[in-house]
T-cell receptor
Framework: KAGVTQTPRYLIKTRGQQVTLSCSPI?????VSWYQQTPGQGLQFLFEYFSETQRNKGNFPGRFSGRQFSNSRSEMNVSTLELGDSALYLC????????????FGPGTRLLVL | KNEVEQSPQNLTAQEGEFITINCSYS?????LHWLQQHPGGGIVSLFMLSSGKKKHGRLIATINIQEKHSSLHITASHPRDSAVYIC????????FGTGTRLQVFP
């Protein structure tokens, strides 16, 4: 089975722009979670989707949003980018709910200038 | 207030040494994950446990529910074990520790 894939792998944007990141889970997995990793804050939970519904959301501003499609692929969007949004964005998939073992993608490294 | 605390932050070892990384967590966490992150960012899930002990190869994870404490042990450490090890607690979402950077020298 193919692993979790994320596109793009690297991205450079400027302040004020918006960005959309994509995550394709392992075939058959229905839960996708998104995480942000920065040197200062470490890994933080963004949100989780299951069967096209947002199941849970972390403590991030409304500029961060996401969605999940019927094939379980997920996208996250960040609008009005700020310098502090520079981070590694990771998605992870699991068969059902996030409390199961999660399989992580390679991440998208976003740099905001 | 971080609900998951890890120690030590950094760890160096000689090849072959026995290594222990500790994780303490607060109430409300139903299970504990151990993750491994290599340079470049990729994260691999090593264990998920809610009780007892699990073993995979040279890696052993234990959890003590009463003491709210988990440990990750690496036996006969090898330079390829060099990575950041992260524990994460399950509430309704994952809450991560700050990670332990392990370097194993030949």
């Amino acid at each position: 089975k193919a692993g979790v894939t994320q596109t793009p792998r690297y991205l450079i944007k400027t302040r004020g722009q918006q960005v959309t990141l994509s995550c394709s889970p392992i075939s058959g997995h229905r839960s996708v979670s998104w995480y942000q990793q920065t040197p200062g804050q470490g890994l933080q939970f963004l949100f989780e989707y299951f069967s096209e519904t947002q199941r849970n959301k972390g403590n991030f501003p409304g500029r961060f949003s996401g969605r999940q499609f019927s094939n379980s692929r997920s996208e996250m969007n960040v609008s009005t980018l700020e310098l502090g949004d520079s981070a590694l964005y990771l998605c992870a998939s699991s068969l059902a709910i996030s409390q199961e073992t999660q399989y992580f993608g390679p991440g998208t490294r976003l740099l905001v200038l | 207030k971080n609900e998951v605390e890890q120690s030590p932050q950094n760890l160096t070892a000689q090849e072959g040494e026995f290594i222990t990384i500790n994780c303490s967590y607060s109430v409300g966490i139903s299970a504990l994950h151990w993750l491994q992150q290599h340079p470049g960012g990729g994260i691999v899930s090593l264990f998920m446990l809610s009780s007892g002990k699990k073993k995979h190869g040279r890696l052993i994870a234990t959890i003590n529910i009463q003491e709210k404490h988990s440990s990750l042990h690496i036996t006969a450490s090898h330079p390829r074990d060099s990575a950041v090890y992260i524990c994460a607690g399950n509430t309704d979402k994952l809450i991560f520790g700050t990670g332990t950077r392990l370097q194993v020298f030949p």
